[in-house]
């Protein structure tokens, strides 16, 4: 979603700077971008529609270049469609003045209304401007930057992450939270502040997230945070074990690939030093996952998005397999406006990569506010699920650019993977052996997947890929725990290929969507060693029996047997099937879109972290 950059120095320029930040932020996903720099008395704002390229192309003159001040913005058009007058920044027509802005103000029109009352001009379509409009009327009373911010936000509805840039005697930068994340860290000579803190890494590691309600004032070395009554607020920094490195392509030809690759390591840094093998026991950080709360959880409500939800989907299986506590999950949009019941005892359990996701984020305030004890797997520490959280799993995936889930999804099954094991163990329905088995089947998991990432595997995915790269659409089709995997294909799939397709309960197509297949249709099946193994047979019969292409995958040698192509996996133990089985499907995914010539890590519309409902 949106970028927001920005920075102050005494000692060198900051536009470089802002160019390279917007860079690492382009994952996110965005339809235009711009900055605004403070200089010699004024503030200058370029901006452009479509890719970061075409904005350094405006920048090429060099006119900027000096500049010791500025904020810049990838944007993903919520207000106004993507174009160079709705992109940001936004200035208040001073030419004193400029704000960028992630989130949305909810009163926009209302305050629009009375801004033109008093003979203003709009000069775009966004709910931006009108923040904008209203900071600069604050500072042309004469007030601060800070505190033309604060008394500009005191009008506000909504949800936001800004900075604002001013120039006076001296340029002034400041930033300020409600919803959306933001970033900020010293240097010696300057302050820094963003949306992500990928795009702080170049200048330190050593970080403060901004929270809501919060004004920050950078100035050269130095950041005051308050809050909007202006009173100060301390917070050390915290240091981030992330390095720009992490976030590179590592010799790989996407992030997407890069990310795929880095899986078995994955699983490695999300489990391995959390299990306590002599005990067949889990051990996580903090006393949220002690066994008396844990003996005391009554059900598990899931609320995730995406990608996700399909990790939560696969954790009602291994939770209610191995703890025999009943879980239920929700699309965190849904679950925000059903009116949900929950019981005493429940877990709300947030899995979410970013941790920002407005709506994950909000079903978990809810469930919260519900009675439920709140409980995320993320990724991202520091994060606002993260802090929100009565416990959390960090999931230590490292950071994903990807736009496509990937190796957060990995750590998210495995994490549940771990929890559910706890749950297990806390409750008395797994006993010292039989953890120790299991967490035995998981730490065998890493060699199986580095033996499934071979050249020689990737080669055969390829080649089917490429065999149904004009497809009309493609079915993906699994049962039990390799439902929700069947649900992940499909979606990655769609994500960066645009093509149709359907992610079903195996058992399910008899009742309806049998009826699409045609002859010839490729008819992707997962197909593990389990309780449901021979029924899934079954289903590849009746798919078969239609004219469906088959494509198997997994590790049962009879469905393998009776596919038209196949991609074999590793054995594992049904609960972990989904780990291995998930690989040839982002594979398949990757080289159908590489086949098609899509921008495979920052596919149209989509944006990385949805931090708008
Ligand atoms: O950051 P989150 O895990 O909360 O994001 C949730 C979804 O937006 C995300 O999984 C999305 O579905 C991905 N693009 C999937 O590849």
């Known amino acids: 979603m949106c970028g927001i950059v920005g920075g102050i120095s005494s000692a060198g320029t900051v536009l470089q700077h802002l160019i390279e930040g917007l860079r690492v932020l382009e994952y996110r996903g965005y339809d235009s971008c711009g900055v605004a720099v403070a200089e010699g008395g004024a503030v200058t704002v370029r901006r452009k529609v479509g890719r970061l390229s075409e904005l350094e192309r ?9 500049a010791r001040a500025g904020i810049g913005h990838t944007r993903w058009a919520t207000h106004g469609k993507p174009s160079d007058e709705n992109a940001h920044p936004h200035s208040d027509g001073s030419g004193r003045l400029a704000l960028v802005h992630n989130g949305i103000i909810e009163n926009y ?28 009327r604050e500072y042309e009373r004469g007030r601060s930057l800070g505190d033309s911010v604060r008394a500009a936000l005191a009008r506000v509805r909504g949800y936001y992450a800004i900075a604002v840039i001013s120039t006076g005697k001296n340029p002034e930068l400041v930033g300020a939270r409600h919803g959306p994340p933001l970033v900020v860290a010293r240097t010696k000579d300057g302050a820094w502040l963003a949306s992500d803190v990928l795009a702080l890494l170049p200048h330190t590691r050593e970080v403060t997230y901004v929270e809501d309600g919060e004004v920050v004032e950078l100035s050269p070395g130095r950041i005051v945070i308050t809050d909007l009554a202006g009173l100060p607020i301390e917070r050390a920094p915290r240091r981030v074990d992330w390095d720009a490195e992490a976030a590179g392509k590592g010799g790989f030809a996407h992030h997407m690939l890069k990310e795929i690759f880095e899986q078995p390591d994955v699983l490695a840094r999300t489990a391995f ?24 959880v009554q059900r598990v409500q899931v609320i995730a998005c995406g990608t996700a939800l399909h990790a939560g989907m696969i954790a009602r299986y291994l939770i209610e397999g191995l703890a025999r506590v009943p879980v239920d999950f929700d699309f965190a949009s849904e679950f925000r406006y059903r009116g949900p019941c929950l019981v005493p005892g429940t877990m709300a359990l947030a899995i979410t990569q970013s941790g920002e996701t407005a709506d994950t984020l909000a079903a978990l305030r809810l469930a919260r506010d519900l009675g439920a004890f709140p409980a995320s797997i993320c990724n991202v520490i520091g994060s606002t699920v993260v802090r929100e959280s009565g416990a959390v799993i960090l999931t230590h995936a490292g950071p994903e650019i ?11 099954v495995v994490a549940a993977f771990l929890l559910a094991v706890r749950l297990a163990r806390a409750r008395g329905t797994l006993d010292e052996a039989q953890g120790r088995s299991l967490l035995d089947d998981l730490r065998r998991l890493r060699p199986r997947m580095e033996g499934l990432l071979t050249e020689a595997t990737v080669d055969k995915v390829r080649r089917i890929a490429e065999r149904h790269l004009h497809a009309k659409g493609f079915f993906f089709l699994g049962r039990g725990v390799n439902y929700p995997v069947a649900l992940e294909g499909a979606l990655k799939l769609k994500e960066i290929s645009y093509v149709h397709a359907e992610g079903y309960a195996a058992g399910e197509m008899k009742h309806g969507p049998i009826a699409l297949i045609e002859p010839g249709m490729p008819i992707v099946v997962l197909s593990s060693p389990g309780v449901v193994q021979d029924k899934v047979r079954s289903n590849i019969e009746q798919v078969k029996a239609r004219g469906g292409h088959v494509i198997v995958i997994g590790a049962d040698r009879e469905a393998l047997a009776l596919a038209d192509e196949s991609i074999e996996v590793p054995e594992a133990i049904e609960w972990l099937s989904p780990i291995l089985n998930v690989i040839p499907l982002q594979l398949l995914a990757y080289h159908h879109a590489l086949g098609r010539g899509c921008d495979i890590d920052k596919p149209r519309n989509l944006a990385k972290s949805v931090t708008v409902e």
């Open 58 to 66: 405006v920048l090429s003159d060099g006119a900027l270049a000096g």
């Open 402 to 412: 990807g736009v496509a889930s990937t190796k957060a999804f990995t750590a998210q």
């Open 273 to 296: 030093d959390r299990i306590a093998q002599v005990h067949g026991d889990v051990s996580f950080e903090g006393e949220g996952w002690q066994d008396e709360r844990l003996a005391r």
């Open 109 to 136: 029109l209302e305050l629009r209304r009375e801004l033109l009352a008093e003979g203003r001009v709009f000069h775009s379509e966004t709910d931006t401007e009108v923040l904008t409009l209203l900071v600069g």
